[in-house]
């Protein structure tokens, strides 16, 4: 099977810029999540998704950062404005509803001048 | 979010040697665990796991040792080879789905 996909792979902004990231997860996954993942640390989830609805969105800086899924397949992580704690990679991850494996991406890199 | 630690960031072996790579955890609640290796420039990939009734599950050439009693969970790996060289991480899930993960250890692997 296909696996996550996700674009771009990197991006170099400015701060106060604003940016956009996009999955497309595993045919079939119902469960999708954004991580976050600072260099040296382990990722970090921002939000997760059932089908087209937001199961856990608690650690994600809503004055900034906004995330959709509107058919429950495509997602798309939006930061506005950038500032340079952003600078990470953003992980998508997929899984079946209640199966116990995360497949990723292989993320997006962010960097904030 | 849950607490999830690793005791040693970095860990050095001789190829053909047997690496362990430990792992601290918190929520006694957690359903499963599992380790994730990830190597330079690609997302976490899926390794074993291991559910919380369990102590000890093995794979090919992994093992994972799980001690409730303590909260320590531990990726044991056979015969190291240079292609084990990357940063594992271990996971714990709760009965919501949810992941946390810790904060990694990198693995050198000397020819």
């Known amino acids: 099977e296909a696996g996550v996909a996700q674009s771009p792979r990197y991006k170099i902004i400015e701060k106060r810029q604003s940016v956009a990231f996009w999955c497309n997860p595993i045919s079939g996954h119902a469960t999708l999540y954004w991580y976050q993942q600072i260099l040296g640390q382990g990722p970090k989830l921002l939000i997760q998704f059932q089908n087209n609805g937001v199961v856990d969105d608690s650690q994600l800086p809503k004055d900034r950062f906004s995330a959709e899924r509107l058919k429950g397949v495509d997602s798309t992580l939006k930061i506005q404005p950038a500032k340079l704690e952003d600078s990470a990679v953003y992980l998508c991850?997929?899984?079946?509803?209640?199966?116990?494996?995360?497949?990723f991406g292989a993320g997006s890199r962010l960097t904030v001048l | 979010g849950e607490s999830v630690g690793l005791h040693l960031p970095t860990l050095s072996v001789q190829e053909g040697d047997n690496s362990i790579i430990n792992c601290a955890y918190s929520?006694?609640?957690?359903?499963?665990f599992i380790w994730y290796k990830q190597e330079s420039g690609k997302g976490p990939q899926f390794i074993i796991d291991i559910r919380s009734n369990m102590d000890k599950r093995q794979g090919q050439r992994v093992t994972v040792l799980l001690n409730k009693t303590v909260k320590h969970l531990s990726l044991q790996i056979a015969a190291t080879q240079p292609g084990d060289s990357a940063v594992y991480f271990c996971?714990?899930?709760?009965?919501?789905?949810?992941?946390?993960f810790g904060s990694g250890t990198k693995l050198n692997v000397k020819p």
């Open positions: 991850a997929s899984s079946r509803t209640g199966a116990n494996v995360l497949t």
């Open positions: 996971a714990e899930n709760n009965h919501f789905n949810k992941f946390y």
């Open positions: 929520n006694s609640a957690s359903d499963y």
